[in-house]
């Protein structure tokens, strides 16, 4: 499952990514309906699904900062509003390495992609690695 944060509701990417991706695509106000969702309960919500991948483009709350576990994934994108027509094309890609290819392999991660650079720490592991060659789609 790929959920998407509510501030990229209204823009198509969850119809973008349903084309490729073979499971469901649903925004964080689908778990938890006719409420707020404040950030910082956003993990716990993740936790209650089956291995969710969590993608947004409010890095500044989620990167070093999310209570990650080995449940949930997130993937951070440091994307102006008027960017964001590039996270399906982005997403796939990054779902086509070795590391996040599979729901199993991308839990416990959290991955910040910029224009730049793609990297990533993990449950285990804090420390920050790099994946090279994946940066933004233009």
């Known amino acids: 499952?790929?959920?998407?944060?509510?501030?990229?509701?209204?823009?198509n990417i969850e119809t973008e990514i349903a084309r490729w991706y073979r499971g469901s695509v649903r925004f964080i106000t689908v778990l938890r309906p006719h409420t707020v969702i404040k950030d910082d309960g956003i993990p716990e919500l993740l936790r209650r699904q089956n291995q969710?991948?969590?993608?947004?483009?409010?890095?500044?709350?989620?990167?070093?900062k999310t209570a990650i576990d080995q449940?949930?994934?997130?993937?951070?994108?440091?994307?102006?509003?008027?960017?964001?027509?590039?996270?399906?094309?982005?997403?796939?890609?990054?779902?086509?390495?070795?590391?996040?290819?599979?729901?199993?392999?991308?839990?416990?991660?959290?991955?910040?992609?910029?224009?730049?650079?793609?990297?990533?720490?993990?449950?285990?592991?804090?420390e920050v690695r790099s994946i090279s060659l994946l940066k933004l789609s233009k």
Not at 1 to 11: S, W
Not at 73 to 89: G, K, M, W, Y
Not at 94 to 118: H, N, Q, S, W
């Open 1 to 11: 499952m790929i959920v998407l944060d509510e501030q990229l509701l209204g823009r």
């Open 52 to 64: 969710p991948t969590f993608v947004t483009i409010n890095e500044k709350d989620f990167w070093q």
């Open 71 to 126: 449940r949930f994934c997130v993937v951070c994108f440091t994307l102006s509003d008027a960017h964001t027509d590039r996270i399906p094309q982005t997403l796939r890609r990054l779902f086509r390495y070795p590391e996040f290819e599979t729901k199993a392999k991308r839990m416990g991660k959290v991955i910040r992609i910029t224009d730049k650079e793609t990297v990533f720490y993990t449950f285990d592991e804090r």
